[in-house]
């Protein structure tokens, strides 16, 4: 095999390029495209995992789905053990708005029942 001589005479080898010799795994390659995708509690669409940033109890999801009428949800809350209804399940964040509570009003009153503050002048004395 014919190669390179350096100036000692010797043969030097082959460079592979300025390319890797060794590809890096799938997880650290850039631009790479995931198809995994998850479903939804509520919508049951499917979306990457990281956009289903809400969690919720499946009897949360449920009752909610039973008051929309659907009957399957109804009927799997009278057939599911307590310890599955108790588990969570992720949500889109649409969803998420529609499952989870709002704050209670007693404990936080809204804004316009506190007192308004009144910016004073320069000028002016209390």
């Not at 390179?4 to 010797?10: A, I, L, T, Y």
């Not at 509520?42 to 969690?55: K, M, R, S, W």
């Amino acid at each position: 095999m014919l190669g390179r001589w350096n100036k000692n005479g010797d043969e030097e080898e082959k460079s592979s390029g300025p390319w890797y010799t060794v590809r890096a795994p799938v997880s650290q390659q850039i631009g790479k495209v995931t198809t995994k995708k998850v479903q939804c509690g509520v919508c049951e669409l499917y979306f990457l995992p990281h956009n289903l940033t809400g969690i919720a109890s499946w009897k949360s999801v449920l009752m909610k789905r039973s008051e929309w009428g659907l009957a399957e949800a109804a009927e799997k809350l009278k057939k599911w053990a307590p310890t599955r209804l108790y588990n969570s399940v992720k949500l889109c964040p649409f969803c998420a708005q529609l499952v989870v509570p709002d704050q209670d009003s007693s404990v936080f009153p809204p804004p316009s029942a506190s007192p308004q503050k009144q910016l004073m002048s320069p000028g002016q004395v209390a």
